[in-house]
């Protein structure tokens, strides 16, 4: 998707917002900062609650999506067996987003304003969270967003549990440099995530001594890289830094493997390529390249042995599992500890119970900073086996406390200004 249309797709959403959020029903819930609210039509009278789920079910974003919309109905599932959400069985709603930011737009106003559901999770594209963006704020309403994104970004009606910057691109760009990286090539889908993403590595480049061999954006759902592919080639980089989102990433790979580029001759550290999108690229394409996550199903530890065996046992043997899946089964847990330590869905009481809220995750254990609503995450870098599975090469050792707009790097001072 292009960067003009991307644009058109906030004002449509921010239009949407605005025109829509005056027909919401029921009760009204104050805005914890004091400010008008919006009307909350979410019934907890019952003996349940609904949430709603929204996800590309279809389009270019779809080999990604699906396993996320699994995930987070395994989750769903657990907790209803386990007793619900204070004493309530979660109903669930869930809307295909259809790899449109307008559509998400569309999907969440309906999802918030006429099915009343108490949160939202998904999206996955920067795009689709922020056509999504006005929307949950001016309705004054929850989404849990599970996917690593370029930061810069914060807001009190959403959860981000995915890594922002300083957990997965930061520590990416120091892991190249570790192994001798001095010159890099960007290639990324034409959207918001791949644009901003590869202003903050310019910027760590500039100041690390790093040379930009060459930028190239295509657009989401593109499949002819010929010609971008060739450019990298020729550019002779040490490595490149690859943000292409969605199915693009199977032609990708596939005339990389044609013009003869290898992991040893110039690698590829991608960082939204995971699990779930190396069966669909072909394992014969991308064996041996390095990728920046936070979550691996090869993770050792009793938690992700339960998470993997569950996800298995009730999608099949064969399917794997992933970090935004991951980061998306953990944001139901995380929205019930804080339903739970508020006492109340009320949207106020939840914001402000938030702070501090862990979950003993896939992952590891995670906790929710209440003043920028992402969480702790521990940084890994791992490389693609001839399994298809994504083995560990490196580890932050500890879960990393976000830092979205990169407050504590000097070389990033200009970037969220």
Request: include cysteine; hydrophobic fraction near 40%; charged fraction near 20%.
């Amino acid at each position: 998707m292009s960067s003009q249309r991307a644009r058109r797709s906030l004002l449509t959403a921010a239009f949407l917002s605005l025109g829509l959020a005056l027909t919401a029903c029921g009760s009204r819930v104050d805005d914890a900062g004091g400010g008008a609210a919006a009307e909350s039509c979410v019934d907890t009278s019952g003996d349940s609650v609904k949430i709603g789920f929204l996800n590309s079910r279809s389009g270019t974003m779809a080999i990604s999506e699906n396993t996320v919309y699994d995930s987070l109905k395994m989750a769903a599932d657990q907790i209803n067996a386990s007793g619900g959400v204070l004493g309530k069985q979660l109903s669930v709603v869930a809307e295909d987003g259809a790899s449109e930011p307008t559509i998400f737009a569309e999907k969440a106003t309906k999802l918030i304003q006429s099915d009343c559901v108490a949160a939202v999770f998904g999206g996955w594209t920067s795009s689709s969270r922020k056509a999504m963006l006005p929307v949950f704020e001016s309705n004054d309403a929850l989404l849990f967003y599970p996917v690593q994104y370029e930061g810069l970004e914060s807001s009190k009606n959403i959860f981000y549990t995915g890594a922002t910057t300083n957990q997965q691109i930061v520590p990416a760009l120091d892991y190249l440099k570790e192994q001798g990286v001095t010159s890099l090539f960007l290639v990324g889908s034409d959207y918001v995530f791949p644009q901003t993403a590869n202003k903050i590595i310019k910027a760590y480049a500039a100041a690390n001594g790093i040379e930009i061999k060459g930028e190239e954006y295509a657009p989401l759902g593109h499949t002819d890289f010929s010609t971008i592919v060739a450019k990298v080639r020729d550019a002779g980089a040490g490595a490149v830094f690859n943000t292409l989102n969605g199915d693009s990433n199977v032609a990708f790979f596939k005339e990389y493997r044609n013009l003869g580029l290898t992991p040893q001759t110039m690698p590829v550290l991608s960082v939204s390529i995971a699990e779930e999108e190396v069966g669909g690229i072909g394992v014969d394409n991308i064996v041996g390249q390095p990728v920046a996550w936070n979550y691996y199903q090869t993770i050792d530890s009793p938690e992700n042995k339960k998470f993997v065996e569950e996800f298995k046992t009730t999608y099949g043997a064969t399917k794997v599992t992933s970090d935004p899946m991951e980061a998306a089964y953990t944001s139901l847990f995380l929205w019930k500890g804080m339903v739970e330590k508020a006492n109340s869905f009320a949207v106020p009481d939840v914001q402000a119970a938030a702070g501090g809220v862990s979950f003993d995750a896939p992952e590891g254990k995670v906790t929710v900073n209440g003043d920028n609503h992402h969480i702790a995450k521990t940084a890994l870098i791992g490389k693609i086996g001839p399994d298809g599975l994504i083995y560990t090469e490196w580890s932050s050792g500890a879960p990393i406390e976000p830092d979205p707009y990169l407050k504590t790097y000097p070389w990033a001072g200009s970037l969220s200004g």
